[in-house]
């Protein structure tokens, strides 16, 4: 998507606007943000992906081992 020159250049002007909005309300809420709706989707993606793991899956994951 950023690799795109013509997206690159249009998600960088949407995400200096929603900056903007920001700065003129005087909070941050990432409003028109075009990058926080993709952000927030690998986030619960991921989230989601560690909330399936059983307890050993877990534990395995999360304890020391040779490497």
């Keep these: 998507m950023l690799k795109d020159d013509k997206s690159a250049a249009e998600i960088k002007e949407a995400a200096f606007k929603s900056a903007l909005t920001g700065i003129r309300d005087g909070v941050m809420?990432?409003?028109?943000?075009?990058?926080?709706?993709?952000?927030?989707?690998?986030?619960?993606?991921?989230?989601?992906?560690?909330?399936?793991?059983?307890?050993?899956?877990?534990?395995?994951?999360?304890?020391?081992?040779?490497?």
């Design 29 to 67: 809420t990432y409003k028109n943000d075009p990058l926080m709706p993709i952000l927030t989707g690998e986030i619960t993606a991921r989230v989601n992906a560690f909330k399936a793991l059983s307890s050993q899956e877990e534990g395995k994951l999360l304890s020391l081992n040779a490497d």
